[in-house]
Structures are given as structure tokens and as C-alpha cells.
């Protein structure tokens, strides 16, 4: 197989510059840590990865 192929799928995604905050999301995500898997689903278009990049960024700038 192709490496390139999956290479958008490793990567860690950026935050759009026009996100809308979506705290609540981000929280609920959280919680979820103490869990093996989360399972982000809706349909396309809906800010999964947005949401994901997000919840990253906010992560990295915790201490």
C-alpha cells in the first residue's frame, strides 16, 4: 500500500481559523479519557475534525 495514501490520517489536525468554540464538546471529550476508545460520529460536515483540532490545541496549551 501507499504511505501517502494514509498520511492525511496521521497527522494531527490544525484548528480552522474560524471556529466556533465548542466547550461543552471539548468537556464531554474529557470525560472520555478514562474510557479505552471514544467515538466521535456524525454525519460529514458536522466538525469532527475541527472538533478534534480543537480539543488537541486546547490540550497542548494545559500545563
Partial sequence: ????????????????????????LRHILE???S?????VSAPAGFGKTSLAAEYLAARKETP
Wanted: hydrophobic share 40%; proline share 19%.
Fill in 31 to 33: 470525560e472520555g479519557l
Fill in 1 to 24: 500500500m501507499n504511505a501517502a495514501l494514509f498520511s492525511g490520517k496521521l497527522r494531527v489536525p490544525s484548528p480552522p481559523k474560524n471556529l466556533i468554540p465548542r466547550p461543552g
Fill in 35 to 39: 474510557c479505552p476508545v471514544v467515538l
